[in-house]
């Protein structure tokens, strides 16, 4: 009787070896990514001392925060050509400026243009890369569960089957043996619950998150017109810090990596910032949240573009 209750404890953790997690699941990257590497015009480029680029004759015509914008988007220089032909339109009102005063705002709404579709663009990619580690955690998550489930029915049987052994043999000895021996199986069972999980190796060498959390001066991912808007600090709402910068302190503030110095925090940031490598559900759940929030940070900046637009259809006085 002893040796088929020890048969079916023995039978029991076989069985619970098999629960163990796969690792031998890989996500390709490259799903999100833009078809073809996006080049841009050097022309349209942020100027770097702002400040020195702005002349009486803008600031009286426009708002700092809208010259910000423009210089954001690289139309700058552009602006200035265009208050100085409204001005010349007020004293002479020839056909020829009125021409180029049509030429020099198509060119100015182009560009505009340009840059919303960027900023859009930058969402839509933050967007899809944050689905993509959702719907893995998800069925990481669908994984783990099951594998709980099995262990705990497999505890539940063994816990059965010792009470029931103890109270059919008749050897003290042996009721001792077959009571601990299922109780400590069964909390072997309950303690693999709760480590162990599923992961999958998941890969991202186009980071859109590493430059927003090193606050890179430049950025090769990023359009530079929306890379300018990000890190430089009149564009956020108190004009102290940067977007990126209170991005980063929101990501350290709020859970996803509250310790950055200690082992654990490197080793997460190491895998969200790098180009990837082996995520379990949560950590999954940690980059998606992130990337949602920095989806969240670029979509707002079309308020930006909205308030240039708006400056840029006031009537010349």
């Known amino acids: 009787m002893l040796k088929r209750y020890c048969c079916i404890l023995l039978l029991a953790f076989t069985a619970c070896v098999g629960t163990r997690p796969a690792t031998g699941l890989r996500v390709a990257a490259g799903y999100c ?19 020195a680029a702005l002349t009486p004759a803008l600031l009286a015509r426009y708002p700092q925060r809208t010259l910000q914008t ?34 020099l705002r198509q060119r100015i709404l182009a560009q505009i243009a340009l840059v919303s579709t960027s900023i859009a663009s930058v969402a839509a990619e933050l ?3 944050g689905e993509r580690a959702d ?20 505890s539940i049987s063994i816990g059965a089957s010792s009470g029931i052994g103890t109270t059919v043999l008749d050897n003290k000895a ?22 162990g999980g599923h992961s999958v190796e998941f890969m991202h060498p186009r980071n859109l998150l590493t430059d927003v959390w090193r606050e890179q001066p430049t950025s090769v991912l990023f359009p530079p017109s929306v890379w300018y808007m990000l890190i ?28 950055p110095e200690a082992q654990a925090g490197q080793e997460l940031a190491t895998l969200l910032f ?42 010349a006085p």
């Not at 954001?72 to 010349?88: C, H, K, R, S, Y």
């Not at 669908?142 to 029915?153: G, P």
């Not at 108190?238 to 302190?249: C, E, M, V």
Request: contains cysteine.
């Open 232 to 259: 430089t600090p009149a564009f956020s709402n108190s004009g102290k810090q940067s977007i990126a910068y209170n991005t980063r302190k929101r990501w350290e503030h709020y859970g996803e990596l509250t310790q």
């Open 33 to 51: 990514d833009p078809p073809t590497p996006y080049r841009y015009d050097s022309a349209f480029v942020p100027v770097r001392d702002f400040e």
């Open 174 to 195: 042996a009721q001792y043996t077959l009571g601990i021996g299922g109780g400590l199986l069964s909390a072997g069972l309950g303690l693999l619950t709760l480590t």
């Open 70 to 103: 423009a210089n954001a988007v690289g139309i700058l220089p552009l602006l200035q050509q265009l208050v100085a032909l409204e001005n010349q339109k007020r004293q002479h009102s020839p056909l020829t400026e009125e021409v180029a005063l049509l030429d």
């Open 127 to 129: 967007d899809c890369e």
């Open 135 to 154: 719907q893995i955690a998800t069925y990481l998550r669908t994984q783990d569960d099951r594998r709980t489930q099995r262990l705990n029915v497999l």
């Open 274 to 315: 790098g180009s990837g490598g082996q995520y379990t559900a949560e950590q999954l759940v940690i980059r998606a949240d992130m990337l949602n929030e920095l989806q969240s940070a670029v979509y707002l900046l079309n308020q930006e573009m909205q308030g240039l637009l708006a400056a840029l259809n006031i009537p």
